[in-house]
């Protein structure tokens, strides 16, 4: 699918690269939900339809995994009610979405340290995780209860722990890739933030060593497939160097 925006540049200048896996800090739901007189839980109610869009977006423009940071490690210290919301609506979200999900040859995978949750949500989880398992136009990344610092001392952990008994510990970078919850996927080649913020917040700081940063200040509730086509027609143009000249 060409992406649109191109369609009249010279045939030659159109960069056909494109992003194999784009990462999204969906920010924003709070202040959107706050300028329309509502409660912030009504923002992460329309952001969860923002999620829908962009997994059609990103599978109907070819792109083999799209990362969601829809649940920090940080994000248990909100308003336990806050934090209560944002779980019903996981549940309620896994279980309508699932046909659509098939529909569209979705898998469903999670990142994060997924032990912190509720029996009922990691049922919930594993099920859909099971359902879609054999789907294989794109993976859906759900970042639940993620936090990078976390993430890479896990990893380290689990570096010592298979190593003990022997004398012989190599650590390359290869060893501590393989060790983080990501290693079934590239690093992401584009991230998109809305809301604003210029940071990182804790996500994916190893693998997003040379990925490219698109900020927009729509916040995520109002993100639309047309903002998922600017981002990539954006990502076009970016020249990838990767430290060299
Ligand atoms: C940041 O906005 C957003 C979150 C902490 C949660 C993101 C979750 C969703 C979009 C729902 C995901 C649902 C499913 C089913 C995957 P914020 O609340 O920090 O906004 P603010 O900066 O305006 O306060």
Redesign the pocket.
């Known amino acids: 699918m060409p992406l649109q925006g191109l369609e009249n540049t010279d045939k030659n200048s159109i960069l056909t690269e494109k992003p194999q896996h784009i990462a999204i800090i ?7 939900a706050t300028a329309q007189g509502k409660p ?1 839980t009504a ?2 109610i329309a ?2 339809e ?2 829908r869009r962009a997994a059609e977006a990103a599978r109907e423009a070819g792109i083999r995994y799209l990362t ?5 490690s940080e ?1 248990w210290h909100r308003p336990q009610e806050e934090v209560n919301a ?1 779980m019903t ?2 549940v309620q ?2 279980s309508s979405e699932l046909p659509l999900l098939l529909k569209q040859d979705i898998r469903l995978r999670t990142i994060g340290n997924v032990s912190l949750f509720s029996e009922e949500i990691r049922t919930a989880l594993q099920e859909t995780l099971d359902k879609t398992a054999h789907c294989k136009s794109m993976d859906l990344v ?1 970042a639940l209860s993620y936090g990078s610092r976390d993430e890479i001392t896990r990893a380290v952990r689990s570096i010592i722990k298979n190593a003990a008994g022997t004398d012989n510990l190599q650590i390359t970078e290869e060893t501590i890739a393989a060790h983080l919850d990501t290693s079934f996927m590239p690093d992401p080649d584009l991230l998109i933030r809305t ?1 604003g913020e210029q940071r990182l917040s804790n996500f994916l700081l190893w693998q997003m060593a040379y990925t490219e940063f698109y900020i927009i200040t729509t ?2 509730p109002d993100f639309s497939k047309d903002d998922f086509q600017k981002a990539l027609v954006e990502y076009s143009k970016r020249n990838r160097r990767y430290g060299h000249v």
């Open positions: 969906m920010d924003g739901n709070g202040r959107w912030r923002g992460h952001g969860a923002a999620v969601v940071y829809a649940f920090s994000n944002l609506l996981l979200h896994l759900l809301g916040p995520w």
